[in-house]
């Protein structure tokens, strides 16, 4: 994280806690990451949270998440979280319960009475809600106000870059009834992005009572971590030389480009300039996943790997990268100056269209449209990487 977001939270909670900091911690930060879909926001708050205890070494921080792999993270010391009950989205638009067998709105009031109860309890300094205002359906609704109430505890929201096409937002933020409570709750709003590659708090009109509580913190930085284990052929194929990693993050919506990867393996191996290492990501169909396993072991120039909680540490040893166009992973880009095509998910939003197209006309990655997306179109736009 940038420096102007640690400041952002130094000022934010000068002098907030007084009663109940016996327990040695001058500070706790509680962390909402909604997470109905992939690793996006769960990872955002991680590398936050990471950032945050690493500069302040007097702070907790608790991560509210609804990630079903969240245990397959590691955290730092004095980091920590709350898994409430997992839902998805749909295709349709809907959501449903994850695991339990029980209708969506008993699990949104379980979620939302596992956040507030855990807010009371933690009695945060700083309560930092990632990306959904209100929360997922609006489950931190009544935190939000709880904690206003008792006082003491700064509300923030924080924004990646990018959020959605500038119509289609603000239509979702009228429904939603967001600009009210962003004038009313919130104390400050993060946006994890710079003004010069895309300003929100002017595509989205912002008014101007909501305007001044926003801050950029740029993007959050990532490094490489401590090397965490790989299985033997993969360690192999990284260390054999430069290679290409694929990467389509979460893996939920990876099927097109894996398989456009490998299909662009099959027929031009002898043409393209590395190997390859295609991490699938842990969402990516099963059945899926094991069609593709087979094609590409007979790939003498391709290694595939499920899933891998330090992706920077591979992308930093990559020549290249291929991938969709999420905050995450382009921030992993801008941090190790990897040259990149990006292929951006177009649905249902257009947050990653939008970052890559702006990213390109900046010079800073090259960008491949889905719909231009073939065997052929890859193959030539990864010769084209050196």
């Not at 069609?291 to 072991?297: G, H, K, M």
């Amino acid at each position: 994280m940038s420096s102007t977001g640690i400041r952002a939270l130094e000022v934010g909670g000068r002098g907030a806690r007084s009663a109940g900091a016996g327990d040695g911690a001058s500070y706790r930060v509680l962390m909402y990451s909604h997470d109905s879909f992939g690793l996006g926001h769960l990872r955002r708050c991680r590398a936050i949270a990471h950032a945050l205890v690493e500069h302040h070494k007097k702070l907790n921080v608790l991560i509210l998440s609804g990630s079903p792999i969240i245990g397959r993270f590691s955290f730092r010391a004095r980091v920590d979280f709350v898994r409430v009950p997992g839902i998805i989205k749909l295709r349709n638009g809907d959501y449903t319960s994850l695991s339990l067998d029980v209708n969506i709105e008993h699990t949104l009031a379980l979620r939302a009475s596992i956040i507030e109860h855990t807010a009371r309890v933690f009695n945060p300094d700083l309560f930092l809600v990632d990306k959904e205002p209100l929360g997922l359906l609006g489950e931190v609704r009544k935190t939000l106000h709880m904690l206003k109430r008792r006082g003491g505890c700064r509300l923030v929201l924080g924004l990646r870059d990018i959020m959605d096409d500038p119509g289609l937002l603000a239509e979702e933020w009228r429904r939603k009834r967001v600009m009210p409570a962003l004038e009313r709750l919130y104390d400050h709003i993060w946006i994890y992005g710079l003004p010069q590659i895309y300003d929100p708090v002017s595509a989205y009109r912002f008014p101007a009572s909501v305007a001044a509580k926003a801050a950029f913190t740029g993007y959050l930085r990532r490094e490489p971590q401590a090397e965490a284990y790989l299985p033997h052929e993969v360690a192999t194929a990284i260390q054999g030389g430069p290679f290409l990693l694929v990467t389509p993050g979460g893996g939920g919506d990876g099927t097109e480009l894996v398989d456009a990867a490998l299909s662009a393996y099959e027929r031009f191996n002898g043409r393209l300039p590395w190997p390859a290492l295609i991490v699938y990501g842990p969402f990516l169909p099963a059945r899926q996943r094991a069609a593709f396993e087979r094609r590409a072991a007979r790939l003498k120039r391709v290694t595939t790997l499920t899933f891998h909680e330090h992706l920077e540490n591979l992308m930093e040893r990559a020549a290249a990268v291929v991938c969709l166009g999420g905050y995450n992973t382009f921030c992993e880009v801008l941090s190790l100056n990897k040259r990149s095509l990006i292929v951006p998910r177009v649905t249902p939003r257009a947050e990653q269209l939008l970052r890559a197209t702006t990213a390109r006309e900046l010079g800073l990655v090259q960008v491949l449209l889905p719909e231009q997306l073939t065997p052929e179109t890859l193959a030539a736009a990864i010769m084209r990487l050196p």
